[in-house]
């Protein structure tokens, strides 16, 4: 109560120094408010940035941190503007009413302040929203071992979180301008239902990328192979399209409504080890068990190939000129797969000349039979005599 009284003196004390001209008397109680609120933001900041700091670096997390730094970002703006509207209202009260001019200036300020703040204010909800989001979905994707799993998601949950906020924040400010919202929804309804026929491909590729993002059939990084029969890497799932990136360096763009309903082969999933196979054979009288231990021991001594599950080789097949065996072992990634077992084919062919062992040329074995030359011989001679 005090403190109110005093105030109440100096404001008369003013008043009475200025002659009674209420409208500079309000100007400038309307400043002096301005650059009180302006200080107050900065002894917020300042309060927030030493008190509030030590109080949120006792968490285990540090999704308050970000929270903080993205609010002291927006506090001065936040401030400056209230202390400019709240000054204005002030002088406002010192108007008579042969300052109409002055009058609509300052009503156009207002409105330029209010759409301004909530400019400040949906940049402000976005940021915060989209950061708890993110902070979300990484929590999820440690829990689960999937660390692309943010990668994947985030950007699309990041869309729908800013158009939902900008929704809100235009409909807010329709709302302040006395704009009916109702009519406003029943028009974009209609609208939406027309556009919705006309882009009905568009609208089910963008479901059909939701589906994806949440079902993660592939991610980012993933080799997958589509029906088409091109194989290539993921290198981004949008929201219309995903982005396939093949060996000779071309994007594919393959909508995302073909993916989702049809069979793809993800060489990825559920882990990166892929299965590297050599095929050789060799000729028959070869020792079975010398071939099998010289490509089991050249897999082993490569650097890349994984030590479990352990490398095998198996006795395939009887082929027409050889016998088939098959070396199969187990790299970390997909990428590998090539360089592996290019070098494993040139390890055993080494391997195989420096012990002796032939790699058969195709051979034929054919029969003659004499006896049956000289029966056609003989009977072609009788048909002669008999003519």
């Not at 005090?2 to 200025?18: P, V």
């Not at 933001?41 to 730094?69: P, Y």
């Not at 609010?71 to 406002?92: F, H, K, T």
């Not at 490569?302 to 490398?311: G, T």
Request: charged share 20%; aromatic share 8%.
């Amino acid at each position: 109560m005090i403190f109110i009284f005093m105030i109440e003196s100096l404001l008369n004390t003013l008043f009475t120094i200025l002659g009674g001209n209420k409208l500079l008397f309000h100007s400038i109680l309307g400043l002096i408010i301005t650059l009180c609120v302006m200080a107050g933001g900065k002894i917020l900041k300042w309060f927030l940035n030493s008190a509030g700091k030590r109080l949120i670096s006792h968490t285990q997390t540090d999704i308050d941190d970000k929270i903080l730094e993205i609010i002291l970002s927006r506090i001065i703006a936040l401030s400056s503007i209230i202390g400019v509207y709240l000054g204005m209202r002030e002088i406002r009260y010192g108007l008579t009413l042969k300052n109409d001019n002055f009058l609509g200036f300052l009503s156009l300020a207002d409105n330029t302040l209010y759409v301004v703040t909530i400019i400040i204010l949906t940049s402000l909800a976005i940021r915060i929203v989209r950061t708890l989001t993110s902070h979300t979905i990484q929590t999820i994707a440690e829990k689960n071992k999937q660390k692309d799993f943010q990668q994947t998601l985030s950007p699309l949950a990041n869309r729908v979180v800013t158009i939902v906020v900008i929704a809100f924040a235009a409909i807010v400010v329709l709302e302040h301008f006395n704009y009916s919202v109702t009519s406003l929804l029943t028009i974009l309804g209609a609208g939406s239902l027309a556009l919705g026929l006309a882009a009905q491909d568009t609208i089910s590729n963008m479901i059909s990328g939701f589906v994806i993002m949440i079902d993660r059939p592939f991610r980012v990084g993933d080799r997958i192979k589509i029906p088409s029969g091109e194989v290539g890497d993921i290198f981004e799932i949008g929201m219309r399209s995903t982005k396939i990136l093949d060996f000779d360096n071309n994007m594919l763009i393959v909508p995302n409504n073909e993916l989702i309903k049809t069979k793809i082969v993800n060489y990825a999933y559920p882990a990166d080890e892929i299965r590297v196979i050599v095929e050789i054979g060799v000729a028959y009288g070869t020792d079975v068990a010398q071939v099998k231990q010289l490509m089991v021991s050249t897999a082993k001594k490569h650097p890349l190939v994984l030590k479990e599950p352990a490398p095998e080789c198996f006795l395939m097949n009887f082929g027409e000129s050889s016998l088939l065996f098959r070396l199969v072992c187990r790299v970390a990634t997909f990428q590998d797969q090539p360089i592996v077992a290019e070098n494993l084919r040139v390890q055993i062919y080494q391997k195989f000349n420096e012990q002796k062992v032939e790699i058969p040329f195709p051979q034929r074995v054919v029969h003659h039979t004499y006896e049956n030359t000289n029966a056609l011989q003989t009977s072609s001679k009788r048909k002669k005599i008999q003519r």
